[in-house]
């Protein structure tokens, strides 16, 4: 966005105008009680003629519910569930389950999203993408939390070269989408690194990972860990060159 970030409020009419900007192009969308209610615009703003762009309100959803449970099938309490649009702007809904494990959670603008689960001493799990139609109840969304695993690890550096304050470790490429899983559906998972070189991956999923050195933004080594549920596993050294 060339001049940054900007607001305006509509008028009775739902008119809105924006003033000053610099030619290029803006994304524009709808805010209605922190929440974004319209679809997302893109618009070409020219120098020498008014641009004009008109935004649809969403339909709601009536009803999404659920219910997070173990891998035995019993019901988590206190679980966190987190809705993401996965089209435009990532627009995101959180809710906790109650006693009982279930979750529920009313007037979602309808779309396609993601859903993740969490829980304390449970791997954070991607629950997959769901597409929630206008004015309808959306019921049996059934989430399963498995213990979780943890990786720690150590990045090795030159002798006498400090680690980078900014290094970092993650499961997924420095640019990929934070909502969605690594490779293989494993947890998408991220550390900042110590300055003993030591790092610490938790709450996640069993499954093969290939845990990434990035320092400036650039992946500068790689190892590959296998962890099971609910075990945590020592990973091979990280080697900053």
Known sequence: MPGGAGSAFTDEKGRFTFKDLLPGKYRVFAVVNNLIRTNIATVEVTADKPTFVELKVLPLTSLVRGQVVTTEGNPIANAEVTFVMAEGWNSVFKVQTDTNGNFEIR????GLYYIIAEAKERAKVFAGKFEFEPE??????RITLPKAATIVGKVVTP???PVPAYA???TTEPNADFYLPAEGG????????????TYRLTNLASGT?????IVDGEVVDKVTV???????VNAPPLRLR
């Open 168 to 170: 970092a470790v993650r």
């Open 209 to 213: 990972y290939t845990l990434r050195l």
């Open 186 to 197: 494993v947890t998408n998972a991220y550390a900042r690194v110590g300055a003993d070189g």
């Open 226 to 232: 296998t962890v099971k549920e609910g075990e945590t």
């Open 136 to 141: 309808k109840v959306h019921d049996g969304i």
């Open 159 to 161: 002798k006498g070269k």
């Open 107 to 110: 007037n979602l603008p309808s």
